[in-house]
């Protein structure tokens, strides 16, 4: 299996990166449970998406027209990306050309509509919990007027609009 | 700047500035929780500042910055010089914001702060510890060796898509070998990504299982709906995901609400994350398995501790100065005259209903205020 690993690395972020080396590494291979089957050999490439629209569509088409092991099959799955900004048009284009994708930091809601990204799952949950609990400790606290500066992007966009409903 | 009297309406505010970026904010105001929120443009260190300024502007005391380290930064340097910091404030980010830069940043800044965030890993958790032990073993010769070699293929090499970042900006490889991951317990995109992995992992065994394969026959959709109903536990706890979106349920994650506190005298202080709670959806906030010094020596953690270092949150009602201010802007309305806006069949238009409310709310303000 071919798997493309989207992110953009700084030094902050360096663990993202650094936690796949143990399971995958280049050519790691994962056993299954039935041992009717062959291993699952995992073949990983990273691509910078520069957590942006812009890079992130360049490193789709990149890990897309890469034949990785020399073989011509395609890209079968994504790891991430990072952000919002980045995953939504890579999500995109993976529901059109059916490439499964699975982020660990996309946080935003509007990746859970399955009509565009119907290919798109995570691991981490999206932005309506936490700001649902972000909402009950405000509340908790007897507060009645809260500011919310946030990134005009997917993520901070997302976040807020759920923060507004569950303060309503 | 926004209109003279956008505090009292701020249901019909929607200001745009000259930058058509920001143009996201508006208020909104219900009874329960008024919310003020101002956009910024993700890196723009003049839309952040702004956004500082507009929050200031609506007289806010409580809130949060959704942002990424460098914007946060710009946020809190401006709302430091607006004095927006320190005592009588309360201010929140989230994970987008790492504790390296709440660390960096001025003690004035960070006493008091909280972060919240989906955690990821959980110390204690089986699979999370043996995950911890094999990370740690990284900072030995070998293994560190080993993972600088690959670092340096997979960082280094010529995948980078887009030329204008490149690929290894920021990343210090001298770090690997060091103590680096002693140093650096996995964070929570450490966690989330091995679980992305471990997901499409299992769900490969599904697919093949059922006969699926990876070479011209390869089905995405097979392949998809495999990987998105795979249950395990891992390092995250017992990873699942919704049917209806393919997103991790929130049900089977981890909240938590890091607290900052900094000691020392001024100039010298030293700022340490604890964890004042956690969250969950079923049973919501948990205080008491937080790791917060325990000052009063009742044997138990004090919780969260805010900026004025007391263990309350500060008000985020108007001082008496304002109250009067709306005396001033409209003098017919004064605070004696506030049961006069309740019972007048006059004053019945939504308008004078959301004026009512404000005025109750600052009436209020005034008389905690006066009692003070």
Known sequence: MKLMYGTHVHVTRVHGTLSLRPLCETHACTPCASTSLAHTCLYVRRYDTGSNSKGSIMAYRAARADNFDGTDYSLHSIIGAARSDASKPMATLGAIDGVPQSSYWSTSDGLDDTGVYSYFSRTIPADSAVAKAAAELVKSQGHTKVGIAHVDDPYGSSWKDAFVKYCR | ?372
């Open chain 2, 1 to 372: 700047m926004p209109p003279l009297f956008t505090p009292l309406h701020p249901l019909f505010t929607h200001v745009c500035g000259s930058h058509p970026h920001t143009c996201a904010f508006h208020s909104e105001f219900d009874p329960s929780i008024q919310v003020v929120t101002s956009g910024f443009v993700g890196g723009n260190q003049a839309s952040a500042e702004n956004s500082a300024v507009v929050l200031n502007s609506q007289d806010i005391r409580v809130g949060f910055v959704v942002a990424f380290d460098a914007t946060f930064g710009y946020f809190m340097d401006k709302a430091e010089e607006l004095g927006m910091v320190g005592p009588g404030y309360f201010w929140i980010t989230g994970d987008g914001v790492g504790s390296a830069k709440i660390q960096g940043s001025n003690a004035k800044q960070s006493n008091g702060i909280g972060k919240m965030l989906s955690l990821g890993g959980v110390p204690g958790a089986t699979v999370y510890d043996q995950f911890k032990a094999d990370w740690d073993l990284f900072d030995s010769s070998a293994a560190g060796t080993a993972l600088k070699t690959y670092a340096e293929a997979m960082w280094l090499d010529p995948h980078t898509a887009d030329a204008s970042h490149a690929a290894a900006e920021g990343t210090d490889l001298s770090l690997i070998g060091s103590t680096f991951f002693a140093d650096n317990a996995p964070d929570d995109v450490a966690t989330y990504a091995y679980d992305a992995v471990m997901q499409h992992g299992i769900g490969a065994c599904a697919y093949k299982a059922a006969g699926g394969a990876f070479d011209t026959a390869f089905d995405g959709s097979a392949f998809y709906a495999a990987t998105a109903a795979v249950e395990f536990t891992s390092i995250t706890g017992s990873v699942r995901f919704l049917d209806t979106t393919g997103s991790r349920d929130p049900a089977s994650s981890n909240f938590i609400l890091y607290n900052w506190q900094c000691e020392g005298a001024e100039g010298l202080e030293t700022c340490t994350q604890y964890t004042a709670g956690s969250w969950t959806m079923a049973g919501g906030w948990d205080y008491s398995g937080g790791n917060t010094p325990d000052v009063d020596t009742d044997g138990t953690p004090d919780g969260f501790r805010f900026s004025d270092n007391t263990l309350t949150s500060p008000s985020d009602s108007p001082s008496e100065i304002e109250v009067l201010k709306i005396g001033f802007l409209h003098p017919f309305y004064t605070l004696d005259g506030t049961d006069y806006i309740y019972s007048s069949s006059g004053h019945n238009n939504m308008v004078g209903s959301l004026m009512a409310l404000q005025v109750r709310t600052r009436e209020r303000s005034y008389k905690q205020t006066r009692c003070n």
